[in-house]
């Protein structure tokens, strides 16, 4: 997502190689979550010889929220059992993060990730 948000433009269409070798994961594994992507509505794909993906939307009003949600939902939840002595409490804990792991991921949005990404330039 950061990269297709790097060449975000609207119309400039990344091929599928080209992103697993920027980011150095197999082809095969990067198909799967993209099409997670664009199930959720926050990459378009165009098929044919020059054929890509895109972003669906402008980049600062894509959140991590919404990107982790469309790939890995489990990852915001949580099935905390309240048996035992210590369950509520832990349970309420566990909650308690997930909430807040929720807001921190809303408050980062796509743009934000691509130009932290970018490597510093050094002169000499």
């Known amino acids: 997502m950061?990269?297709?948000?790097?060449?975000f433009?609207?119309?400039?269409?990344?091929?599928?190689d080209e992103l697993a070798?920027?980011?150095?994961?197999?082809?095969?594994f990067l198909v799967q979550i993209l099409n997670d992507l664009r199930r959720a509505g926050l990459v378009e794909s165009r098929?044919?010889?020059s054929g890509g993906y895109l972003l669906a939307r402008k980049p600062d009003?894509?959140?991590?929220?919404?990107?982790v949600e469309a790939?890995?939902?489990?990852?915001?939840?949580?099935s905390t059992r309240t048996e035992g002595d210590s369950g509520i409490s832990v349970r309420a804990a566990w909650e308690k993060?997930?909430?807040?792991?929720?807001?921190h991921l809303e408050r980062v949005n796509l743009q934000q990730l691509a130009d932290k990404s970018e490597a510093p330039m050094f002169y000499i």
């Open 47 to 49: 098929r044919g010889k």
């Open 21 to 28: 070798q920027r980011e150095a994961v197999s082809a095969n």
């Open 97 to 103: 993060v997930a909430l807040e792991l929720k807001a």
């Open 61 to 67: 009003s894509i959140n991590l929220r919404e990107i």
């Open 9 to 16: 433009d609207g119309r400039t269409i990344t091929r599928l």
């Open 71 to 78: 790939v890995e939902p489990t990852l915001l939840s949580f």
């Open 2 to 7: 950061a990269q297709l948000a790097k060449r």
